[in-house]
């Protein structure tokens, strides 16, 4: 009781600080919550989407933040619509035509992922923050494979809604995500979905966010760790580890289209991709591949089935090295011949 009654709101604060500085942003602007997951449906149900509107997605987004939009617009007799983008892609204006080509006069929501989940793409979010910004729609960036891969700046990028976990590449523990909002949409999200006291009396909400503090007794040790995960990274440079896990996951990409001889979805440059990347397998049946890669080789990689056919997508970190790729190729031959 002593941590919770005396403790946890000001370790809460100084958490969501250092978070801030992270990816640059005023803090008041910043709301912490378990994961991504829940700040996406908290976004969904706090954004006034009305009937005959419609939220621009594309086909890369992760499939779950579909799912809770289409949940969201059935409720309200809205719509979800798509920008086709083209594969592969060679240009970032590809991306941004794309959306701008989609998007109509009821379209209410861009949603876009900073880093694609199911092709490991790092989209184009700053020219689709400035079209989305010249057309008058709000723009929402999911972000969960964001921080750390790439530098944060949400004051340069400048959309309405960011939205992130910090347990994929930040490292901290599950349970540590965040929903970033822009003070023109502070307003919206002052209605919780799961409303308790927000701060304990006798202190009051002074800020949309703290509304999300106390949501009922709970573990918030994931969240409260968020700055020694910083920490830990500050001090191993964060460029340098970023330069690291670029060169080994251009390794990796590069071995995997040697051994299957098929292509990648983006160009082989920083830009288009950073620790992750993805390619193409065979033609063909792929949906056991990533169980018997498991089983012969201990090894965990997704198999993800995208617009007909089975990509790899391969994790580069700081615990990952070049042997570890190698043992990665050599389980895929041997898996792909049984």
Known sequence: MDFYLRQMESAWFDAQHQLARWIDCDSSCLALFENATQAMNQLAYSFPLKRGQQVLLNPHEYGVVRSIWERRCQEV???IIDAHLPLPLDDPM?????????????????????ITSPTAITLPVERL???AASLGVPLAIDGPHAPLQVPLSLRQLDCDFYLASCHKWLSAPLGSGFLFANPRWHHALDKPLCLSWGRLKPRQVENWSDHYLWTGTRDVSPLLTIPTAIDWFHQRDPDAVRIRNHDLAQ?????LLDLLKTSALVPDAPQWYS??????????????LQQELWRLGRIEVPIVEFQGRHLIRVSCHLYNDQEDILHLARTLQKALKT
């Open 251 to 255: 390794f990796a990409r590069q071995t």
């Open 77 to 79: 007799g809205a719509s």
């Open 94 to 114: 590809q991306v941004v035509d794309a959306y701008r080509r989609a998007h109509t006069e009821h379209t209410a929501l861009w949603i876009a992922s900073h």
């Open 129 to 131: 923050s400035r079209e």
């Open 275 to 288: 620790m992750m990347a993805a390619v193409w397998l065979p033609k063909g049946d792929h949906r056991s």
